[in-house]
């Protein structure tokens, strides 16, 4: 009997690890495979029968190129001045319609949260509070001081505490702590997302 427990032991201890190997390697496939079918069931429509009139094939996945080709050009023709003032005036044109007004300003700054190179500089410090009571500790990223007019409400020095929750550092809530009850720490932006996407299995180095 305590054979087959230790057996079946380590036949678990080896599933648990093929499925740490298995499953990010399967996961992003099916998320490339899906890329691609999506990408093909838009443009490809257009541009398969292009490719086979001017050079007699068409290969799945080309507009992923196609993709990628545009998304480049756009780049290039916002960061210019008179992209710019051309993109400005199509952002001001779309947030007045009711639909766009509530979901664009969300989705760019998800975006520019995502891919800005700066992205992780909107959080300036990690730092633990005592939340949600007294003798448990989280992690939260200082954003910036509170306005003055809160301040004076309260009448404390408190400064703006985003709270993430795990495993999604995207999605989680403010609250305004008063600084002399928070623990100012050197641990890195990326050694706490880390932290909070592996649900506390990957320990930060420094603290």
Known sequence: MKQITEAMNRIRKYFLSGLVVFLPITLTIFLFIWAVTVSDGVLGKYLQPVFEKRFDFYVPGISIIVTVIIIIIVGFLVTNFLGQRIYSYFENLVIKFPFFRQVYPALKE???????????????????????????????????????????????????????????PLTGFVILVPRNEVIFTDMTIEEAFKFILSGGVVNPLHV
């Open 110 to 168: 998800m975006a520019l949260f995502l891919f800005s190179r700066d992205r992780l500089s909107k959080f300036k410090q990690v730092v633990l509070i005592e939340y949600p009571r007294k003798g448990i500790f989280a992690i939260g990223f200082l954003t910036n001081e509170s306005s003055q007019l809160l301040k004076d409400k309260v009448k404390k020095d408190i400064i703006n505490v985003f709270i993430p929750s795990a495993p999604g």
